[in-house]
């Protein structure tokens, strides 16, 4: 058992497995946001009132956009009580998330995913990437889930953005909009409200936000929020009940400085803190996927096990100056950025073996005393400076050009914490084991730079009216190095990696307007995942890979996006081919000390599907929003790409890509009417369906069942209702009004015992598994001056 136990702490505890632990351990279609009563939230043209975005750099009508792309706005965020990616992400087609842990959440779009430590879709606040860059940190589970009070929209591009959003930006890039102070009117308001989850507890939440215009050139403008999630998993060992309660809280604040119409400067803050206590996922049958206690493996409402408590925490800071000047040939932006990302971690390790080797090391002659804790500690400091130019609007030829550069440090600090089960203190005295003496039992530990200069140009020629090319191209060079540790039981050495590579990516997109409400587009772009070192064990064997490749991937991209004259019927449609190389998967290599774990290259996978959102408008008052979307992801072939190494990653060609359901698809209507004078009332709902869809890849799984692990689909319906008095608005709703058992994520073998289920009567590992949230209601009362 010894010697198993301590392989198992080599591969997990190794070079880029380090990364591993933690992987493994509006909405409406943009081109209808008014139509969803976001009029407000989004910017407008005063000459035929026109909804406008940024998601190409540049403000533009949703019918010049030659993609697909997806924005929630303000309002409808807020009436939908959507304040994070869970509450949202069933508004934009084609868009999936995993959680585990209310801000440990990874974002994927049309499939693409496979579960390595890299993140497949950038997060952006305005013009800022949040988040790390490399994968030596874990970004891919650690997507920046900005709370959305005051946020003016949410812009999702599907696809590959890489010509003017750069790396991790695959799948695509999911942009935070926010509100620009006003230097015309004051504004005042405010929420509170209390929600109630079944099995769970109570949540409240509280917000405002105020607008000062402090001259004709001059505004401020600052938010605040507290939220308390109830929890709604229990655990055994040290009988606790809603362990995974979290409370967020934060604000932003922002100086807009306008002297002229030509020159702005504007800057901004934002603070946010969440603090969760356990994980949402609990143990549940590896078969049937109900949830079980984890000790007897009978039926047993969402439960863990945990011996000490939990706790998890992250902060994100970002603070950015953004400087515009109208030359009029031309309008230079400078955005300038610091950001920082900090999570604390500490879970329960106690595994059989990792129990029965950790008390015979610090309690030899009292067994059953000792549990083993982990900790896993992450922090990303981040700089950037982009700098462009952008041409005036042109019925002949626009441009952008500009640069890029971004300075980052990361850091991942693991440690095994042997505790006291009767007291829950962790034990500090040096211990002894065989010929080693030691202080701590078991640290890893990487300290990572990451550094990118990039270059980009786009440009869009009219050829015509109502036909025009927009294409562009970007190239970036980016250098990493990395200081990596694994001491076991006093024992081992830092060894340094390092990594440069260059990358090119470009799009092409021709579209023609069918007429002044429609038109059809296509698009081949380009995206890239930036490559990085590894970790280099002793006497490795031939072929080990010192560092790992960038992946890239190809979109083929065709739709169309039109709406009648007087608005009351929209659509909004894709279909696409997703060509993905030399995919970044996990993998393990056998050593001198042990099985290694390494980032490396798995070959092929593709993706192919359809996306499709119309709304109708039937009557005054009435709307009716409904998205569906189709998607194929698959590896194309098995992910062993090292050789001598061992299939970690378990895909095998023809696999479905983790987490990518078949069919998603969601309805949502709404009816608002006057009641007397300025009262006004609505009610509405959304119906939600996800088909059955994949975990991730699992060798034991497979090995023990001899299949994938699947998630079976679930319907969701939400319903809401309110009544406005004019500066006064009081509203409820319902979450999951069916209380459906929909499971999100599931791992298997991760949990801390074997139970003899019904297969063979043999003991064997438990899963683990998230699930939506349990039915909950609420109600709000909101303010506004």
């Known amino acids: 058992m010894s010697c198993r136990f301590l392989k198992e702490f080599a591969t997990l505890t190794s070079g880029a497995s380090i990364a591993a632990l933690t992987v493994t351990l509006m909405p409406v279609s943009a081109a209808f946001a008014q139509a969803a009563g976001s009029d407000e939230d989004v910017i407008e043209r005063e000459d035929n009132n026109t909804i406008v975005v940024t998601a190409q750099r540049r403000e533009q009508t949703l ?80 997507a920046g889930d900005f709370d959305t009070f005051d946020v003016a929209r949410v812009e999702v591009l599907r696809g590959p953005q890489g010509t003017l959003y750069g790396s991790n930006s695959l799948g695509g890039v999911l942009k935070f ?237 693991q440690e095994f914490l042997p505790f006291s089960l009767a007291t829950q203190q962790f034990i500090p005295t040096p211990a002894t084991f065989g010929p080693f003496t030691f202080d701590k039992f078991v640290t890893a530990m990487i300290d990572a730079n990451y550094e990118e200069i990039a270059g980009f140009v786009s440009g869009t020629v009219h050829l015509g009216e109502r036909f025009d090319i927009t294409a562009g191209g970007r190239y970036s060079h980016n250098k990493q190095d990395s200081v990596q540790s694994v001491i076991q039981f006093g024992t081992g050495s830092p060894v340094s990696g390092n990594s440069s590579e260059n990358v090119f990516t470009w799009s092409v997109s021709p579209r023609f307007e069918l007429n002044d409400r429609a038109s059809i587009y296509a698009r081949v772009a380009k995206g890239y995942r930036p490559g990085g070192p590894n970790f280099i064990p002793v006497n490795p064997p031939p072929g080990f890979p010192s560092e790992f490749d960038a992946d890239t991937l190809i979109s083929y991209e065709a739709g169309f996006r039109g709406e009648t004259n007087d608005r009351t019927f929209g659509i909004d449609a894709s279909i696409y081919y997703l060509d993905w190389k030399d995919i970044q998967i996990l993998t393990t290599v056998d050593t001198d000390a042990g099985p290694v774990g390494v980032n490396s290259n798995g070959r092929k996978a593709e993706s192919y599907g359809a996306e499709i959102t119309a709304t109708i408008q039937p009557v005054a008052g009435l709307s009716f929003i409904a998205n569906v979307a189709y998607n194929i992801a698959k590896l194309l072939e098995d992910t062993t790409p090292v050789a001598g190494g061992t299939n970690l990653t378990g895909g095998l060609a023809g696999d479905r890509l983790p987490y990518a359901p078949e069919w998603s698809a969601n309805v949502s209507a709404d009816y608002e009417w006057a009641l007397s004078g300025s009262v006004d009332a609505f009610v509405g709902g959304n119906v939600r369906l996800v088909s059955d869809q994949f975990a991730g890849f699992s060798p034991g799984y497979r090995a023990a069942f001899g299949r994938r692990l699947e998630l079976d689909g679930y319907p969701v319906v939400d319903l809401r209702a309110g009544i406005n008095f004019d500066r006064i608005l009081i509203s409820a709703f319902v979450k999951n009004l069916t209380d459906q058992y929909g499971l999100t994520t599931a791992t298997y073998g991760t949990t801390p015992f074997s139970v003899p289920v019904a297969i063979g009567g043999q003991g064997i590992p438990l899963a683990t598994a998230s699930s939506i949230r349990p039915r909950t209601f609420g109600a709000t009362v909101g303010f506004s001056f």
């Open 177 to 413: 909009v926010t509100v620009k102070p006003s230097t015309r009117d004051f504004e005042l308001r405010g929420q509170t409200g209390i929600e109630d989850t079944k099995g769970g507890g109570t949540g409240y939440s509280g917000n405002a936000v105020v607008n000062i215009p402090i001259s004709d050139m001059l505004a401020f403008r600052a938010s605040g929020f507290y939220r308390k999630n109830a929890g709604h998993v229990n655990t055994i060992g040290r009988n606790a009940n809603n362990v995974d309660d979290s409370e967020s809280y934060g604000g932003r604040a922002s100086v807009l400085f306008e002297p002229s119409d030509d020159f702005s400067i504007r800057l901004l803050g934002i603070l946010q803190n969440l603090s969760t206590g356990s994980s949402s996922s609990f143990n549940v049958d590896p078969v049937s996927l109900k949830p079980v206690n984890p000790i007897t493996g009978i039926r047993q409402d969402r439960t863990s096990y945990s011996r000490i408590a939990e706790t998890n925490d992250l902060k994100y800071r970002l603070y950015s100056g953004t400087i515009s000047y109208n030359f009029g040939f031309a309008e230079a932006i400078s955005v300038t950025s610091y950001s920082t990302q900090d999570r604390i971690d500490l879970s329960d390790a106690s595994t059989n073996a990792a129990r029965d080797l950790t008390n015979a090391i610090y309690a030899p002659t009292a067994p059953g005393t000792v549990g083993l804790g982990y900790k896993n500690n992450i922090s990303v400091k981040k700089f950037t400076q982009e700098l462009r130019l952008a041409s005036p609007d042109s019925d002949i030829f626009e441009w952008q050009i500009g640069g890029y550069y971004t300075d980052e440090s990361t850091l991942l600090d």
């Open 63 to 142: 019918l010049e956009i030659p993609q697909s792309i997806s924005v929630v706005g303000g309002e409808t965020l807020e009436r939908q009580q959507a304040t994070s990616f869970q509450d949202y992400a069933q508004l934009v087609p084609g868009l999936n998330i995993t959680q585990d842990t209310p801000g440990e959440t990874r974002l994927i779009l049309r499939g693409i995913n496979t579960g390595s430590p890299g993140s497949t879709v950038s997060v952006y606040v305005d013009d800022i990437p949040f988040g790390a860059s490399g994968s030596l940190s874990n970004a891919g589970t650690l």
